[in-house]
Nanobody, 125 residues
Framework: VQLQASGGGYVQPGGSLKLACEAS????????IGWFPQPPGKEREAVSC????????YTPDFVKGRFTISIDRSKSTVYLQMANLTPEDTAVYFCGTNLGQASRYALCRRKPTDWGEGTQVTVSS
């Protein structure tokens, strides 16, 4: 299992950014996959997860309306579109999966077993 996150960078408050997570070594048709930012000094926390067996998503209330997860199987890539960013969104963003977990809810709650390298997102004026 390999996951490679990209697309991070610097953005001003109120701005948008789209992250990409390219998956290899497995097929995006069963396991759930999600995005988990880790702010400085804090633990990773799920902001969106997707069930790849039906493409249904789960986004926690605290980011709903700002963050959207999507998938492009032709590119084996899962995206996180982020809008209206605030300095509190500053974090290293990781994508993760668990090949034995199909539920987007369970993945978001229990955390992945497989992680890719993260991509830094910095929101600052």
């Amino acid at each position: 299992v390999q996951l490679q996150a990209s697309g991070g960078g610097y953005v001003q408050p109120g701005g948008s950014l789209k992250l990409a997570c390219e998956a290899s070594g497995f097929t995006l048709n069963r396991p759930a996959i999600g995005w988990f930012p880790q702010p400085p000094g804090k633990e990773r926390e799920a902001v969106s997860c997707l069930s790849t067996n039906n493409d249904i998503t789960y986004t926690p209330d605290f980011v709903k309306g700002r963050f959207t997860i999507s998938i492009d199987r032709s590119k084996s890539t899962v995206y996180l579109q982020m809008a209206n960013l605030t300095p509190e969104d500053t974090a290293v963003y990781f994508c993760g999966t668990n090949l034995g977990q199909a539920s987007r809810y369970a993945l978001c709650r229990r955390k992945p077993t497989d992680w890719g390298e993260g991509t830094q997102v910095t929101v600052s004026s």
